[in-house]
């Protein structure tokens, strides 16, 4: 998977936005951008993905740049239960093979949330 | 939503014993991961199976095995249980054919082999 640049960290106050920005700089034009979190002591949760628009679900936005080198995560409000490790990966939207489906997070962004 | 149910939370084995962590996912994926997660290292890759009775090698599978007999569920053996083992365990799920697909995980098994 092509490299990703994430902040170390981020404070948030409850019921405030957050903006987690992710660099991408050598992204590919097959190159989805996917988020993840890992709240403490649970398994990875898949929480959006893009190419190029940007993108909404129900717990999230994904704000794409139109050269595509970085994206940002939204959450509209922060609740405590968003407290996690935030990941951002690129995945090859062509490559099939048995390779192509490893996982593997960086060191992402630890998001606290304050009450 | 996906549903990814992992048999255990927490687990403690002893050295040698034949261990079993159970898998299964209500989304009709075709795709299923075995994953162990221990801290500094990161997620690696144990198993995946795209299809019932299909299975490929991942990253590190000696002293494992898995089965895959119906698509909803994947399980993962622990042939003879050895204190390198001890780690966190996560099952995802993902459908269609590409490495693209979203993964989806459960709440992970937390092993202990004493």
């Known amino acids: 998977d092509a490299k990703t640049t994430q902040p170390n960290s981020m404070e948030s106050n409850e019921e405030e936005p957050v903006h987690l920005p992710c660099n991408h700089s050598?992204?590919?034009?097959?190159?989805?951008i996917h988020w993840y979190r890992q709240l403490p002591s649970q398994g990875p949760e898949y929480v959006i993905h893009g190419l190029t628009s940007n993108v909404n679900n129900r717990m999230a936005s994904l704000a794409i740049a139109e050269d595509r080198k970085s994206s940002t995560l939204i959450l509209h409000r922060a609740t405590l239960r968003d407290a996690a490790v935030y990941y951002c990966?690129?995945?090859?939207?062509?490559?099939?093979?048995?390779?192509?489906?490893?996982?593997?997070f960086g060191k992402g962004t630890k998001l606290s949330v304050i009450p | 939503d996906v549903k990814v149910t992992q048999s255990s939370r927490y687990l403690v084995k002893r050295t040698g014993e034949k261990v079993f962590l159970e898998c299964v996912q209500d989304m009709d994926h075709e795709n299923m991961f075995w994953y162990r997660q221990d801290p500094g290292l990161g997620l690696r890759l144990i198993y995946f199976?795209?299809?019932?009775?299909?299975?490929e090698k991942g990253d590190i599978p000696e002293g494992y095995s898995v089965s895959r007999e119906k698509k909803e569920r994947f399980s993962l053996i622990l042939e003879s249980a050895s204190t390198n083992q001890t780690s966190m365990y996560l099952c995802a799920s993902a459908g269609g054919s590409l490495g693209n697909q979203p993964q989806h995980f459960g709440d992970g098994t937390r092993l202990s082999i004493l």
């Open positions: 050598t992204i590919s034009g097959t190159d989805y």
């Open positions: 199976s795209y299809d019932v009775k299909m299975k």
């Open positions: 990966i690129l995945r090859d939207g062509l490559y099939s093979g048995a390779g192509s489906y490893q996982l593997t």
